[in-house]
């Protein structure tokens, strides 16, 4: 069974840019969260999806946004990108989003505002 | 709302000695308690969990970990360390009553293992 993908790996954008990430679950699996993760702040929690709807939202700005397709894949897009946004962003799925469940994490995407 | 501690953000270790890697929490509600590992330039991995029943709990690489209520704490232990246990480890706890998944993390702890 293939694991979570995430695409592209390594991402370099200027500030005031744009930019959309993209996540692919496990087959099967429908919920899809979202992770930043940086040096000082360490691992927090941007949203989750299930079945195309956002059932929860961490403490970020509205600049981060997120969306989920009928196939479960879901994109995350964050707007004017500040200096600050430089983080490994880490997707995760679950089966079904339970507070029990197991959640499988993919490898990330570096992305590195100049 | 709840708060992971990590009480060390390095532990240094000789190959074969054991270890103990500490984590406290806070939360005014039942939580689910977890222990996940990251190895450079991947993702996270599932080492174990805790949910309900017996307070220790065994995980994958001969690592576990033991559920304290009185004292909040899911400290991890491993018995005999390898090279390649050189990582970083994150305790994270979830709310069991949430509707839905929201993890919250410690800081995390890196386990660099000596030869």
């Known amino acids: 069974k293939a694991g979570v993908t995430q695409t592209p790996r390594y991402l370099i954008k200027t500030r005031g840019q744009q930019v959309t990430l993209s996540c692919s679950p496990i087959s099967g699996h429908r919920s899809v969260s979202w992770y930043q993760q940086t040096p000082g702040q360490g691992l927090q929690f941007l949203f989750e999806?299930?079945?195309?709807?956002?059932?929860n939202k961490g403490n970020f700005p509205g600049r981060f946004s997120g969306r989920q397709f009928s196939n479960s894949r879901s994109e995350m897009n964050v707007s004017t990108l500040e200096l600050g946004d430089s983080a490994l962003y880490l997707c995760a799925s679950s089966l079904s989003g339970g507070a029990s469940d197991t959640q499988y994490f993919g490898p990330g995407t570096r992305l590195t505002v100049l | 709302a709840q708060s992971v501690t990590q009480l060390d953000s390095q532990v240094p270790v000789f190959e074969e000695a054991p270890v103990e890697l500490r984590c406290n929490y806070s939360?005014?509600?039942?939580?689910?308690l977890f222990w996940y590992v990251q190895y450079p330039n991947q993702g996270l991995q599932l080492l174990l969990k805790y949910l309900s029943g017996s307070t220790l709990v065994k995980g994958i690489n001969g690592f576990e970990a033991e559920f304290n209520k009185s004292q909040t704490s899911f400290h991890l232990r491993k018995p005999s360390v390898h090279i390649s246990d050189t990582a970083e480890y994150f305790c994270a706890v979830s709310d069991t009553g949430a509707g839905s998944y929201q993890l919250t993390f410690g800081k995390g702890t890196k386990l660099s293992v000596i030869p």
């Open positions: 939360s005014s509600v039942s939580v689910y």
């Open positions: 999806y299930f079945s195309e709807t956002q059932r």
